[in-house]
């Protein structure tokens, strides 16, 4: 991100939010560069919200063609099969993503993002993926942290009523207000990769279920050659055993992820709209954030749960 300063139009546009976190931040939303993978309804709803706040330029990743459960959680994508027949879903979703904000350069990127090289990540500020895999989650984020400027990376993952944000802004520095004083911070982050890898025996009793349970189904999805999101019901007893399997090998109890909860992760593989923007909202609200280095950022997990409603952020790093 560069040192120009706002244009007029865009000073005038964006005057309700520079109001409230400040010219130099909107300067660096304006300029920042996003890069975003798998166009799912929560990543729908966090792309029209950075977009709304003014961000650089949007830059989309799916080639997957628009499906029946696409349209019941993507409201990017309009009801009229004229409009997206024969399109990607990154296409469709750019064209709605355009008309919330002209002054947002949006566009699409074509091919396997697992494919493209560390080079093409370096004209980004922010990456966001989700429908990820295991293995492309730990490669991205690789990726990412093989280039000497610092990428923002997160995933991204909404399973019925149950959501999850992966945050990994490495060796991140930012301010915050204290009282009446602005105290500089400093944050280390994991990798996605070594985040995961924290033995669970040595994580606290109160960590999120949900945080194992992802594990276990991701897992599982990886041990099957499944993509992300391609389990059902029929699936539990095999869930069921990996999870007897990781607990023995954990040394923690197999109550730390019930049933209930493997059996509600299977059943609600699509995803719930207003979790959508939940998760969306939140992330938007972290990827600003971590643009403007303004704010307590999260470290490095966030968990939500619309059975409950509650909303978890847990700090999965070595001791």
Known sequence: MNGEELTEQETALYDRQIRVWGADAQRRLSKSHILVYGMKGT????????????????????DRAVTEE??????LILPDENLYHGKTLAEVCCA???????????????????????EFFEKFD???ISCCSLAKKKLINQKCRKLPKRIAFYTVDCRGSCGEIFVDLQDYKYSKKKLEETVECQLEYPSFEDAIAVPWKVLPKRVSKLYFAMRVIEQFE?????NAGQ???ADLPGVLKLRKELCETNSVSESQIPDAVLERLLTDTSEYPPVCAIIGGILGQEVIKAISGKGDPLKNFFFFDAMDGKGLIEDISKP
């Not at 990543?43 to 799916?62: H, R, W």
């Not at 990886?222 to 499944?226: P, T, V, Y």
């Open 43 to 62: 990543v729908a709803e966090f792309c029209k919200n950075i977009v709304l706040a003014g961000v650089g330029s949007v830059t989309l990743v799916d």
């Open 231 to 233: 389990t059902s019901i």
């Open 70 to 75: 696409a349209l019941s959680a993507n409201f």
């Open 126 to 128: 922010v990456v966001v």
């Open 222 to 226: 990886d041990i099957e050659g499944r």
């Open 96 to 118: 709605s993503l355009k008309e919330f904000n002209p002054m947002v350069h949006v566009s699409v990127e074509k091919g396997d993002i697992s494919t493209f090289g560390v």
